[in-house]
């Protein structure tokens, strides 16, 4: 339960984030790890699955609503059927998140040290 | 080593999210692409979009309102000038920014920024045909013109209003794939485009290719090349009475007036074709017993369209039509009294000299140095270099071509180039007049300001009236000058005077009872000036012959006429191809069989349609080639279709085997006709509507459309009709149109490709013109905007 809301919790900080950088997916999920003390693992897991959430949902909303026209051509840029892209797209997201969250759990090595 | 352990993490990250943030050669920066608030998502409009909306502008006089109808197409109801084209910016840019900004960087040659070093041989060549020196030169012109003053300005303030308003999630997509962002408008871009239109519509250079023909055939060029073709249907109709000129034509000086060509053995296909059509059928003819317009201009076929529709509304204008994206009013289009539209007319308004350079800052001119005044060129290349030309410009234009910058065919000496757009010129006053001109008269006065590129206008008006003016500004030349490349060491060889635009050739409720042009011959031998130019005929007998039999012309006749695919070529020239090959071997082939039962019609899923345009493609080249075998290494160019069908149809006996020769021809087209999987004719000359950016999924190919250049229906591989038009002018004009796009430029909105289906049909939209006297249909409002000052 404790890991679900944290991770509902990351997902619309990095929401609220994204409106001023894309980079806010990694910044958010490192904040989190550092400050809830996450072991790499989890850090990573929390933001991969936080920001595959987030991203998700955005993508479908947007997908929807535009009756896929743009990202069916934005595939095709890429090579790729429509929806390996649109799983390809959440998953470079979801992966930076981790690379956030697992960054910030390792940063736990050095409060280690100081305490 | 904790520290390390803990900070590796970090750094890893660090690193791809930095990687992710910045464009890497060619890949635009992918974590900001792909990101769903700001990327490429952010451009994935709403197909359900509610596009009402309510601004401020502090810039605006008086409230402004915009109506747009189902097909997003804006009416902008002002109250005044400034208001109309502060509207007008806005919306263009509003739809079709990224399109404004890489057509005038395509004129002016600052596209090395974007594209790198692969593009600055094309970039030197725009700086050095003069577009930016010619742009400047005619803004200031309208500058000085206190309407097209505030239009541009007005139009300025409204693009940079919603540029002004953007962020990166509002960019158009183009401009998130390719990294780079919209620069501020300024009135030059606006005059650079028209100078981008001017040189596309007379950057045909075919001096160099006739000298070097007219050094080597001697006497058989003028046979092979005339300036006229005998059974040319001009346009102005034959027998059009021309007041006696008020300058008398120059004679040819004595001397040495032509340039002594030193070739290297380079050669160039110079690709034909661009074209367009327009016609007016008076009233006498039609069943309604009023004059109906019709204009299709077939240009290049790209995404975002070049084409904007709108309607501006004014108390003194009315006006609905295309504008061009980046200018200020309609170009094509019709008002409550009028409609408008025009074809390029080819007479030669680019020469090319021979310049006798001194030293570096001279040029000799009657014996005499010169001094070049020279401009200094600076092209910005990627990552903040520049690329600094010097373009020396003489008496006869700027030095275009010398030992810096080599002339493709390989023309050794310096080569200078007068053109036409470099002189100060207002084409924005004649649409601006013509956008608001009630008559005859008025409309006379509009086209006068166009100078170049010269148009053939074609006019109709509610009061019956229909007219037609091969209109732009001419020099009064001898016979022969600028045809081939000038001795530019001499003065004898300068341009002369101007010939007053009243004396252009034109025509008003001819006999006849229409009028029309197709890019063909301008006038019959009585008009009393010398021209020369690249004129084609095909298309302009067909429409001849097809008026010529109308009467009770309805608007479908019309629109059918539009559409029509009939081979003026082939009807001419197969049955002689097929006589000539009986008794051969190929008579009894099975494609030889579908051409002996061909309409000559070149329709979409016709295959003869392929067989005869291989066919005759592959002799014409081969004969050609034989017969100019000595100069095969130096230059392909070729006697004209038109030409080339009246000497093979004809008695002349200008080639000894020709039945060899067209076995041979057939032979290898059924070759590569029997590799094809698929004959249709569409799927062979596949007609491309192709994004700006050419990536093939925002792009439309092999369209199922028939017709070909020398047809009506002039739907090539990437050109064709841009924009069909046609008004029938009852009190309150009735206008149908269409054109291969759609409002929007965003490839990520619905109303990006809208109307391709239509187009590729030969359907038409009926266009909703909201007249002076009557408020709007409900129907034809579906979103508002709100404008207030």
Request: proline fraction near 4%.
């Amino acid at each position: 339960m404790k890991n679900i809301i944290t991770v509902i919790v990351t997902a619309l900080l990095a929401w609220v984030a994204s409106q001023y950088a894309w980079w806010a997916i990694v910044v958010i999920p490192f904040l989190v790890a550092v400050v809830l003390k996450f072991k790499g693992g989890k850090g990573f897991l929390i933001g991969f699955v936080s920001i595959a959430l987030l991203w998700s949902y955005l993508i479908l909303k947007t997908d929807l609503a535009n009756e896929h026209i743009l990202s069916a051509k934005i595939a095709g840029v890429f090579g790729l059927p429509h929806i390996v892209f649109l799983i390809v797209n959440v998953f470079l997201g979801a992966l930076i998140g981790g690379l956030g969250g697992w960054s910030g759990a390792a940063m736990r090595k050095i409060f280690k040290s100081n305490s | 080593m904790r520290i390390v352990k803990a900070i590796l993490p970090l750094v890893c990250t660090t690193i791809i999210v930095w990687l992710l943030n910045k464009p890497i050669g060619s890949i635009p920066a992918l974590g900001k692409l792909l990101d769903p608030v700001s990327g490429f998502w952010a451009n994935a409009e709403c197909t359900d979009k509610d596009f009402n909306s309510t601004f401020e502008f502090v810039e605006l006089n008086d409230d402004v309102s915009v109506w747009f109808d189902e097909r997003l197409v804006p009416h902008i109801n002002a109250t005044n000038d400034y208001d109309l084209y502060f509207l007008q910016g806005y919306l263009h840019a509003y739809f079709r920014l990224f399109q404004m900004d890489l057509q005038t960087r395509a004129a002016s040659g600052d596209v090395c920024e974007l594209l790198g070093d692969k593009a600055l041989n094309y970039a030197r060549g725009q700086r050095r045909k003069g577009m930016v020196y010619g742009a400047e030169q005619s803004l200031q012109k309208m500058e000085a013109n206190p309407n097209t003053k505030t239009a541009l300005d007005a139009y300025k303030d409204g693009v940079n209003k919603y540029i002004n308003s953007l962020v990166f999630k509002d960019y158009p997509l183009e401009y998130k794939l390719m990294g780079f962002e919209p620069s501020e408008w300024k009135n030059i871009n606006t005059a650079l485009l028209l100078k981008y239109m001017a040189d596309d519509l007379t950057g045909k250079v075919d001096d160099i290719s006739y000298s070097y023909l007219r050094k080597v055939l001697g006497e058989e060029f003028e046979f092979l090349f005339p300036d006229r073709i005998n059974a040319s249907t001009p346009v102005i109709p034959r027998g059009t009475k021309y007041d006696a000129p008020t300058i008398e034509q120059p004679l040819v000086p004595e001397g040495d007036i032509w340039a002594d060509l030193q070739l290297a053995n380079t050669n160039e296909n110079i690709e034909k074709g661009k074209g367009s059509n327009n016609w007016a059928v008076a009233p006498q003819r039609t069943k309604n017993g009023h004059a109906i317009l019709c204009n299709d201009p077939h240009l290049s076929l790209n995404l975002p369209a070049l084409w904007f529709e709108v309607q501006l509304h004014t108390n003194s204008v009315n006006a609905y039509g295309v504008s061009l994206p980046g200018a200020p009013g309609i170009i094509i289009g019709f008002n409550d009294s009028l409609s408008w539209g025009f074809t390029n007319n080819y007479r030669d308004v680019k020469d090319y000299y021979t310049i006798k350079e001194l030293d570096n800052d001279n040029y000799e001119l009657d014996g005499k140095p010169m001094k070049y005044q020279k401009r200094v060129e600076v092209i910005k290349l990627k990552g903040g270099k520049e690329f600094v030309d010097t373009v020396k410009y003489t008496i006869h234009g700027p030095v275009m071509y010398d030992a810096n910058y080599k002339e493709p065919h390989g023309v050794q000496q310096p080569l200078a180039m007068k053109w036409m757009g470099h002189k100060p010129s207002n084409e924005l006053l004649a649409v601006y007049k013509l956008n608001r001109a009630d008559n005859y008269d008025e409309f006379v006065d509009a086209i006068g300001n166009f100078t170049c590129p010269a148009q053939n206008f074609i006019f109709s008006d509610t009061k019956g009236n229909i007219a037609l003016w091969g209109q732009g500004q001419y020099i009064n030349k001898w016979k022969d000058q600028g045809r081939f490349v000038m001795n530019g060491a001499t003065s004898k060889t300068l341009w002369g005077a101007e010939i007053p635009v009243r004396e252009n050739p034109h025509a008003l409720n001819p006999e006849q009872g229409y009028l029309s042009s197709a890019n063909q011959t301008v006038t019959d031998s009585t008009y009393p000036y010398y021209y020369n130019g690249d004129f084609v005929e095909f298309r302009a007998w067909r429409i001849n012959k097809a008026l010529d039999s109308m009467y009770y012309v309805t608007v479908k006749d019309l629109q059918q006429l539009q559409r029509d695919v009939h081979s003026v070529l082939a009807e001419q020239v197969l049955p002689t191809m097929l006589s000539y090959i009986k008794t051969t071997e190929i008579e009894t082939h099975e494609y030889i069989k579908e051409l002996n039962g061909w309409d000559y019609k070149m329709d979409a899923g016709s295959r003869s349609a392929t067989t005869f345009h291989l066919w005759w493609n592959t002799f014409y080249k081969e004969i050609w080639e034989e017969g100019f075998g000595f100069a095969k290494e130096k230059i392909v160019f070729y006697p004209s279709q038109e030409r080339t069908a009246e000497l093979f149809v004809g008695d002349s006996v200008f080639y000894q085997h020709v039945q060899d020769v067209l076995v041979l021809s057939f032979k290898n087209a059924a070759d590569s006709i029997s590799s094809l999987e698929n004959r249709a004719w569409y799927k062979v000359k596949n007609t491309s509507i192709n994004h700006l950016t050419k990536l093939a999924p925002f792009s439309y190919t092999s369209i199922n459309v028939g017709g070909w250049g020398n047809t009506v229906n002039a739907m090539k591989g990437n050109h064709g009709p841009s924009w069909r038009m046609v008004v029938e002018m009852a009190d309150e004009p009735q206008a149908y149109g269409v054109y291969p796009g759609g409002q929007s430029g965003n490839p990520g909105s619905k109303y990006y490709g809208t109307f391709i289906d239509k187009w590729s049909k030969g359907e038409y939209y009926n266009l909703s013109f909201i007249s002076n006297s009557s408020q709007p249909k409900e129907e034809q409002v579906v979103f508002k905007w709100k404008c207030k000052k």
